[in-house]
């Protein structure tokens, strides 16, 4: 049976090497079964830029390289590591898609996201994605040196996890009404994002017609994978617990 995987929200870091584990099994051993693997965004819990070459990125990409000889690897940027460019992208085996992108999924025409862009009644943040994702912010940030960039990384994800806190669970999730919007620009009925965290698979109604909205699920407490094949959308788990021991092996 033919089919495409798609994950999003790992959030890899040194510090959680359970994730990168069951990751790198999965990589190994059911990823090259696949027809394609998407990953929508957020793969690193931060990004500071490509220059920042080490051992524990070397190993991700690598992983993703030895996939993409036979798996095609496509990336959508998430919150996180919008920073990252070509120059890992190729490094990792990866094809870099734009943050929405229509494909066709055994002849279901699918819009693929990170999904932040949906979230508009967090009007601070997507005040913020604008600056972030235009041409002069992220072209100051990536000329500063890396020291300073690990540092002001460190002070935002120190805010940003003080400001989900005060924020009610609609400011945190996707505003219904964009999610339309969206769908109808793209003349889709399904669409597939990341980024709130809420694995689900939603029904709702766009272009007059039943429509479905798929969430992928994070990768805190275990693997979430989404199985899309031309029968069945399925969204699945990978403990944590079962990754092969070999590949918890990351070089620090």
Not at 9 to 15: M, T
Not at 228 to 242: H, I, M, P, Q, T
Request: hydrophobic share 40%.
């Amino acid at each position: 049976m033919k089919f495409t995987y798609f994950i999003s929200d790992l959030h890899l870091s040194e510090a959680y090497p359970d994730i990168t584990q069951c990751l790198l099994q999965f990589l190994s051993t059911e990823a090259p079964q696949a027809d394609a693997l998407y990953v929508l965004g957020d793969l690193f819990d931060v990004w500071i830029g490509d220059d920042n070459v080490t051992p524990f990125n070397e190993t991700i990409a690598a992983a993703f390289k030895k996939l993409s000889q036979h798996t095609p690897v496509y990336f959508i940027h998430g919150n996180r590591d919008f920073a990252i460019r070509e120059g890992w992208t190729n490094k990792a085996g990866m094809t870099l898609l734009p943050e929405q992108f229509v494909v066709d999924l055994y002849g279901h025409k699918t819009l693929l996201t990170h999904g932040d862009e949906l979230c508009t009644l967090d009007v601070e943040y997507q005040k913020f994605r604008r600056k972030s994702r235009g041409w002069w912010w992220p072209k100051l940030m990536l000329s500063l040196p890396l020291w300073l960039r690990r540092r002001i990384a460190e002070d935002g994800r120190k805010k940003s996890q003080l400001k989900q806190q005060r924020l009610t669970t609609e400011i945190m999730d996707v505003t219904p009404q964009e999610v339309v919007k969206v769908m109808e620009k793209y003349q889709v009925q399904r669409l597939i994002h990341g980024h709130t965290h809420r694995p689900n698979i939603h029904t709702l109604e766009v272009n007059g017609k039943p429509a479905t909205r798929v969430v992928l699920g994070d990768w805190y407490d275990q693997g979430s994978i989404l199985k899309v094949s031309r029968g069945a959308v399925e969204l699945e788990r990978r403990d944590f617990a079962a990754a092969v021991t070999e590949h918890s092996t990351v070089a620090k």
